[in-house]
């Protein structure tokens, strides 16, 4: 069984955008490990080398000729990128890898987000023309909604099996007359790292006596960013002494966020710093005692990530739309506890493995936290329950559990 993944963000730092490269990064390692022949076929860093082996993981970095002339990340030049992606990889993924492999052989090749929607087309009709569909199993799955006006939902549906991350987007996918599978994410296995002890017991030794909030998410509206802010301002009029400590990405919704903020008479401190790991998150939370917000404007290492989310009092993963929810799912690997929303997060079970909040009023928020500081064992009861629930999301689980049992019933769509 050979395994072909076609995704615009990938592993590279070029390639990274969001919870995507995590997903692909993790499902193609963990499919080479379990042994299978694996290429992944990205929008990769110019600068690095076209392919690149690692076991039988094999990186193939596309588009590299127009990256070159967008340096700011995988979807600067999105429009050429998806056209020269569509129109050139599927000729030679077939011709060059394919064709000698499907003689006596089978293949599945997972497509990502509707930049690779017209690529599934191209793959579809060549197999055809070669005479090779039925050697192949064709899937392409749907993250989120971005982009979905533009995708030919008839001819996808009759080109591939189309797939999706969770329940809450298998029935927003019925508004465009599809019915997909839900596979859900998986966690890579550093999720499963436990925090750093010493460095978990130095952070909270800092911020005893504070109520520390962690939420780390892209600027977008649909992440409810600005209900984050009327939560820690609710926190603070009741007394709890909050600290917000946030980690968002460059979209524009972010000085709305944080000039918000300041109106709300909340302070703001801008964190940055090139250290990672433990002492790079620490350093940059040194000196908060005046700050209701910090916002860190580095990236956070995995290292920190699960310093930080085991580290806090709770975690907004409070999205209004959320796909599948990544962050909560990290977080109860970390030993954290998590908040969620109540759209994809189809792992979170309210009170007993996560906090989870069906509306935007953050007395919701401020009253189950209340209840649950003055009951340690139940916070105690929600962090054991939500490491056992992140292990049956380990990305090998998934593989096993679900993905490889459904692959003779996704083998009749080449029928």
Not at 139 to 144: G, I
Not at 318 to 340: D, K, Q, R, Y
Not at 361 to 379: C, I, S, T, W
Request: charged share 25%; with cysteine.
């Amino acid at each position: 069984m050979q395994f072909h993944v076609l995704s615009f963000e990938g592993p590279d730092g070029y390639s990274r955008a969001g919870g995507i490269a995590s997903r692909i990064e993790g499902l193609t390692q963990a499919l080479a490990e379990l042994g299978f022949e694996t290429h992944l076929w990205f929008v990769g860093d110019p600068s690095l080398p076209g392919h690149e082996s690692h076991g039988q993981l094999h990186l193939h970095r596309w588009c590299q000729w127009i990256s070159h002339y967008h340096p700011g990340g995988v979807y600067d030049g999105e429009e050429g990128k998806e056209s020269d992606f569509s129109s050139s990889l599927p000729g030679y993924l077939v011709n060059e890898v394919l064709k000698p492999h499907l003689q006596d052989r089978h293949a599945v090749i997972l497509a990502e987000e509707w930049q690779t929607a017209n690529a599934v087309l191209h793959l579809d009709r060549l197999l055809r023309q070669e005479g090779l569909r039925e050697r192949a199993s064709l899937l392409w799955n749907a993250n989120n909604v971005f982009g979905f006006e533009r995708i030919d939902w008839a001819r996808l549906a009759q080109a591939s099996i189309i797939t999706t991350v969770s329940r809450y987007m298998k029935h927003s996918m019925w508004n465009v007359g599809v019915d997909p599978i839900v596979i859900p994410n998986g966690l890579s296995a550093d999720a499963f790292l436990p925090p750093d002890r010493a460095g978990v017991t130095e952070m909270q030794r800092r911020m005893r006596g504070r109520t520390v909030i962690a939420k780390v998410a892209r600027f977008d509206p649909d992440k409810r960013c600005l209900g984050a802010l009327e939560i820690v301002r609710e926190l603070k009029r009741q007394g709890h002494r909050p600290l917000l400590i946030a980690r968002g990405g460059i979209e524009a919704h972010g000085h709305e966020v944080l000039t918000a903020a300041r109106a709300m008479g909340l302070r703001v401190e801008d964190r940055n710093g090139k250290d990672t790991g433990v002492s790079g998150l620490l350093a940059r939370l040194e000196g908060t005692e005046g700050a209701d917000i910090v916002a860190l404007k580095a990236p956070l290492d995995p290292e920190s990530r699960r310093l930080l989310f085991r580290g806090a009092d709770s975690v907004l993963a409070n999205s209004g739309h959320e796909p599948f929810g990544l962050v909560g799912l990290e977080t109860m690997a970390a030993g954290g506890i998590a908040c969620t929303g109540i759209s994809g997060e189809d792992y979170a079970v309210p009170g007993r493995n996560a906090l989870v909040l069906q509306t935007p009023d953050p007395r919701e928020f401020v009253g189950l936290f209340q209840r649950l500081k003055a009951r340690p064992a139940q916070a105690e009861s929600i962090r054991r329950a939500g490491r056992a629930t992140a292990k049956q999301y380990a990305w090998r689980e998934i593989i096993e559990r679900l993905f490889l049992p459904r692959l003779d019933l996704l083998r009749f769509c080449a029928e």
